[in-house]
């Protein structure tokens, strides 16, 4: 055909861009859906352990953090974890250990994607009970050993996890996302085992022992003087 600027050339070249513009579409669509998060809450929380949290996420790439969210029931504000990957889009992480303030606790687990957008599911209220069991793996309890517990608001920084025991906690992230060492469990932990020893030592002085693999002796006490005559 003449005259009419038309030929198959130019029709392959429109088909082309067609087709591109609809791939450009569908993966603007599929980036636009919002994740498939699939939590695992535990059942309890047992009093004086650390308790396993797990989450399945679908797509399974694309995340640019993977969080679980926790706070002593009755708290207003949140800390968080950083989960562990697992592969093929499962996450895990390890609760600090429940103190004797805290009941029940709130859980709820956060993924953002690179562009910073946040998807959420649903908050849940755990119970913690003294009849709870708590199996973790080796690795597991390396990372319930090692905790960085990220804050959510400036007065969280300097102050201890509400809620929560200090055994494990090495680290915090503050809002601003820097990271250092949590200086007020590492002295609580410190003030707790002097203490402890200090309970100790009057009772294992009739014979020493070993306690926690420190070897405690018994103290040599003098003859005291006789009375001058």
């Not at 002593?72 to 103190?99: C, H, I, Q, V």
């Amino acid at each position: 055909m003449t005259g009419t600027g038309f030929s198959f050339e130019k029709l392959q070249r429109g088909c082309k861009l067609f087709l591109a513009g609809s791939t450009v579409c569908a993966a603007a669509v599929v980036h636009a859906a919002p994740p498939i998060l699939a939590p695992i809450f535990p059942t309890c929380l047992s009093k004086g352990a650390n308790a396993l949290v797990s989450l399945s996420v679908k797509p399974e790439t694309g995340w640019s953090s993977v969080r679980v969210y926790f706070r002593r029931n009755g708290s207003p504000y949140f800390y968080y974890l950083e989960m562990r990957a697992d592969g093929k889009g499962n996450y895990w992480a390890t609760l600090p250990r429940p103190d004797e303030t805290t009941h029940s606790a709130d859980i709820q687990f956060s993924v953002k994607d690179v562009e910073g957008l946040e998807t959420r599911s649903a908050l849940t209220t755990v119970d913690v009970t003294s009849t709870c069991n708590a199996n973790l793996s080796p690795e597991q309890e390396r990372f319930a050993r090692n905790l960085v517990v990220g804050e959510t608001i400036t007065n969280q920084a300097g102050e201890a996890v509400v809620g929560w025991q200090c055994i494990g906690v090495v680290s915090r992230i503050n809002v601003n996302g820097q990271l250092r060492p949590d200086a007020v469990c590492r002295a609580l932990l410190c003030c707790a085992a002097i203490a402890k020893q200090k309970e100790l030592v009057p009772i294992l002085l009739a014979g020493g022992g070993i306690v926690g693999g420190v070897i405690i002796h018994e103290r040599e006490h003098k003859e005291a003087s006789k009375p001058r005559i």
